[in-house]
């Protein structure tokens, strides 16, 4: 046998050896099998083709002439539906070697001249093996390649930068074979931020620092034996702002590394892109806020009337099982629901009497008033139609577009009912409050006319004497000097 053979992890390879002399495919099988390969034997050329159909090999090492098949009609049937599988051809004289026109047709590696030593056999098995290792790495890096794409919508959608981040480490995940994995976000001091650190696994649980080299090197030093993975986050300047690592089961190839290094810059664009957007959209909430709070401000009887709406909605949509995305759009948009208001005048907002026509359609402008302000901001366009519809009646007499029934969105149903209740059981210069009983009276009564009475019902269901009070807590942060209910 030769020196320094060529190292082959156990079971790595798979051959198949094929010849219609039992001695000869069982010394191949001896040879082969004590330097690590899988070894199997057929001395039946068909049945042999349907093995190879139904079964995994890498090597054919097949014999020239046979019966019932020679050995290149039996590649040639082998070809019509596997055309991967590495084959060397044996044959027992030069002489009865195929023709070279044959070997290239057929796709054939490479052909033995039959004798009592395999060391040139074993060395154009070998030639094999290094090429099938080549083609899995390109293979394995193609498919690599089509599942990072597939992740890429996920990892970009605007969502909250936790969900981003979970994401993140179910792609790493998914991509390498790892046992534990590593995403953190360093602080932003001029924002406000706080480091963002998340893990799977324990390896690097202890990986607590908040300066990028001292967290590289601990993470090299609770990576074992250079299984590591490890890419930085990075600004466009160049400054390091996260780090990502896994722990891989084996040393990461060359394509993996690379893969990691792509990925990661791939997910550095994301987080900065969530993180940007929730800048921006705390900076919207913060205007709106403000130009609700301006409303509120001008009339102390509608004081927390915005909260509390926002708050019964979210009460009446979690009830009705929606999903929480969409339990805090219409949270939200309860919040907004009287945004328009800031561009009907004090004289008509603040009056203790009675409205004429000329005024009420003013007031009944705020609802598409409230529309235009939102739909103006991006990340308020999916709550504006709701607000827009909030005062739509399901008997079409509502303003400002006179929907009805289904026409109206089930959201701007659901902040109509909240409205309508706070606004009852409020006080106002017009009128005092009415008591519980009353509004829930009158409510009923709304039922299949104003309101939705589905969603009524659910809503008084839910509803107590308690409920409002649970306002209390929420409020007083708010309006620290004024008693809510």
Not at 277 to 301: F, N, S
Not at 311 to 328: F, G, H, I, N, V
Request: glycine share 4%; aromatic share 8%.
């Amino acid at each position: 046998m030769r020196k320094n053979r060529h190292e082959v992890t156990k079971n790595e390879i798979s051959i198949l050896a094929l010849d219609d002399d039992p001695i000869m495919t069982a010394t191949i099988h001896s040879y082969f099998s004590s330097v690590g390969y899988h070894v199997e034997v057929e001395n039946d050329p068909l049945t042999a083709i349907d093995r190879i159909r139904s079964e995994k090999f890498d090597i054919l090492l097949l014999d020239f002439l046979m019966t019932p098949l020679c050995g290149d009609q039996v590649v040639e049937r082998i070809r019509e539906f596997n055309t991967d599988l590495f084959i060397i051809l044996l044959t027992g004289h030069k002489s009865m070697a195929p023709p070279i026109r044959t070997v290239r047709t057929l796709d054939i590696q490479g052909y033995y001249e039959k004798n009592d030593r395999f060391d040139q056999l074993e060395l154009l098995v070998e030639g094999c093996v290094k090429s099938i290792r080549q083609m899995r790495l390109i293979r394995n890096y193609q498919d690599s390649l089509s599942a990072l794409t597939e992740l890429m919508p996920d990892i970009y959608a605007l969502q909250e930068i936790d969900a981003v981040c979970e994401q993140i480490l179910d792609g790493v995940a998914k991509l390498w074979d790892c046992t534990d994995s590593l995403l953190v976000l360093l602080p932003q001091k001029a924002h406000g931020e706080q480091c963002l650190r998340f893990f799977r696994g324990t390896q690097f649980a202890a990986c607590t620092a908040e300066d990028i080299d001292t967290l590289t090197a601990q993470v090299k030093y609770y990576a074992a034996d250079g299984n590591l993975l490890l890419e930085t986050f990075s600004r466009h300047n160049g400054k390091p702002v996260g780090l990502l690592a896994a722990a891989t089961k084996d040393k990461p190839e060359l394509y993996q590394q690379k893969l990691f290094e792509t990925y990661t810059r791939q997910c550095a664009a994301s987080t900065r892109n969530t993180v940007l957007t929730r800048r921006l959209k705390d900076g919207y909430i913060e205007i709106i806020q403000a130009l609700r709070l301006m409303v509120d401000a001008k009339d102390i009887y509608t004081r927390g009337h915005s909260d509390r709406v926002a708050y019964y909605s979210k009460a009446l949509a979690e009830a009705l099982d929606m999903d929480p995305e969409t339990c805090e759009r219409i949270r939200i948009a309860g919040l907004f629901h009287d945004i328009g208001k800031v561009s009907v005048p004090d004289d008509i907002l603040l009056s203790e009497n009675s409205l004429t026509d000329e005024q009420f359609a003013e007031i009944r402008k705020h609802p598409k008033a409230g529309y235009d302000i939102l739909t103006a901001i991006s990340s308020f366009k999916d709550i504006a139609p709701i607000i827009r519809s909030h005062h739509e009646r399901l008997d079409g007499r509502g303003y400002p577009d006179r929907l009805s029934g289904s026409q109206i969105p089930v959201e701007s149903r659901i902040i109509s009912i909240a409205d309508t209740f706070d606004a009852m059981t409020s006080s106002r210069r017009y009128r005092p409050k009415l008591s519980f009983e009353e509004a829930t009276d009158r409510l009923y009564k709304a039922r299949g006319s104003q309101l939705d009475p589905e969603l009524v019902d659910v809503f008084l269901s839910i509803i107590s004497r308690d409920l409002p009070y649970q306002l209390n807590n929420v409020m007083r942060s708010n309006y620290p000097d004024k008693k809510v209910i």
